[in-house]
């Protein structure tokens, strides 16, 4: 099967660190990608992991195990404008399968 | 370059008419994938189609739904004699190649049958 799991909702305060985790199991793999949606507006790419271990691009940070199915998207210094959902997809030869993406809010 | 193009943003039909949408993909990508949101949650997969090829429609509903790509023009989704529970965002994405690139995602259509 392909299933994709994370949490629903997370709450955090400005100027710390997050990390939403995110497990999955597919029978193929291409890669596990990150994006975030704010409400009522089109999905914009975060980051994208083919092989195991960290990427960071700025605040954000993506880490991969293959073996275990795992992945992380850490923010840190977070900003208020960072509450949205994050949405955890892999693909495998060709489609992308999302999971139901964790909304984080950022409290002042 | 444009990004991904979808029309129209907001789309309204009662019960029993057809809503048809459109995605036109950015420049130079031949991959399309059409996706379906409810409120609060996830993107469901619904269609993968390359020019004039549907690949995967393993998460369009059996009937009243259908999609294209042609070799010239928008990819359309066609919802035929609309029901209350089609009311959601639909998503439109395109990519270059499949699966090992990013995804570029359309505004969206919200589409609410009355």
């Known amino acids: 099967g392909q299933n994709i799991d994370q949490p629903t909702e997370m709450t955090a305060t400005e100027g710390a660190i997050v990390q939403i985790n995110c497990t999955y199991q597919t029978s193929g793999f291409n890669g596990l990608f990150w994006y975030q949606q704010h409400a009522g507006e089109a999905p914009t790419f975060l980051s994208y992991n083919v092989l195991d271990g960290l990427e960071e691009k700025g605040r954000f940070s993506s880490f991969l195990s293959r073996s275990k199915g795992y992945s992380y998207l850490l923010l840190k210094e977070l900003q208020m404008k960072d509450s949205a959902s994050y949405l955890c997809a892999h693909s495998g030869t060709y489609k992308y399968i999302f999971g139901t993406g964790t909304r984080l809010k950022v409290l002042a | 370059n444009a990004g991904v193009m979808q029309n129209p943003r907001h789309l309204v039909r009662r019960r029993g008419q057809e809503a048809r949408l459109r995605c036109s993909p950015m420049?130079?990508?031949?991959?399309v994938y059409w996706y379906r949101q409810l409120p609060e949650e996830g993107l469901k997969f619904m269609v993968y189609l390359q020019k004039e090829n549907i690949i995967d429609e393993s998460g369009m509903p059996k009937e009243r739904f259908s999609a294209e790509f042609p070799k010239e023009g928008p990819s359309i989704l066609r919802i035929q004699q609309v029901v209350r529970g089609d009311s959601a965002a639909y998503f439109c994405?395109?990519?270059?190649?499949?699966?090992?690139?990013?995804?570029?995602f359309g505004q969206g259509t919200r589409l609410t049958v009355v």
């Open positions: 994405a395109s990519s270059p190649a499949g699966g090992g690139t990013e995804a570029f």
């Open positions: 420049k130079g990508h031949s991959h």
